[in-house]
């Protein structure tokens, strides 16, 4: 056997491992910052999300507080519409029989039109504060579906570095940090709108 040609394959066998833990540990560690920033960032959307979800929940239903209030005045308008009828006809009842009507008759009808009128702009009202109300809580919905969308991304970007961890797959990895990034974005424009 020569001797000055041996290479010692158990001293190389050990080196490249160390090399290897060397890169790999700083692999994992970054993985692990990367992984904890997407983390953190899932855990803010989630937040956003359930805030802007109860809001527009509570916006919804002061919506259907103002739909029924604007229903209850139209009924009410109705019901006046209805008395000014009676009285019309009441009316019309004595000049048919030839007879002057009761001037509280004509009266009444008039102020019935009246109340009817502030009736109507207090119904108008109602109903243009349902639909501010609504729209509002349209408007929160789809920033929640944005929330909800950018924790979604950010979970699937810390499994994809949970499997580059696993894996040793820098790919993978590159994968989850545009995920993450993606997500990241996301979570930004919802917080700009």
């Avoid at 290479?7 to 700083?26: C, N, P, Y």
């Avoid at 970054?30 to 997407?38: N, P």
């Avoid at 809001?55 to 009924?75: G, I, N, P, V």
């Amino acid at each position: 056997m020569p001797e000055g040609g041996e290479v010692d394959t158990d001293k190389l066998h050990e080196t490249i491992h160390e090399r290897f833990e060397q890169e790999g540990g700083a692999f994992l560690k970054t993985v692990a910052l990367t992984t904890a920033v997407f983390a953190a960032s899932a855990a803010i959307a989630s937040l956003q999300a359930g805030a802007t979800i109860n809001e527009a929940l509570l916006l919804k239903t002061e919506s259907t507080r103002h739909q029924a209030e604007a229903s209850d005045q139209w009924t009410y308008y109705q019901a006046k519409g209805i008395k000014a009828a009676v009285q019309e006809a009441s009316r019309t009842a004595w000049l048919a029989a030839g007879k002057e009507a009761p001037p509280e008759l004509t009266q009444a009808a008039a102020r019935y039109a009246r109340e009817q009128e502030d009736i109507q702009k207090d119904a108008r009202e109602k109903e243009h504060a349902r639909d501010e109300k609504s729209a509002e809580a349209d408007r929160l919905l789809a920033r929640h579906h944005g929330f909800a969308n950018a924790v979604a991304l950010c979970q699937i970007a810390i499994a994809l570095g949970a499997v580059a961890a696993l894996t040793r797959a820098r790919s993978v990895w590159f994968v989850s940090l545009l995920v993450g990034l993606s997500a990241i974005g996301l979570l930004s424009w919802q917080w700009i709108r």
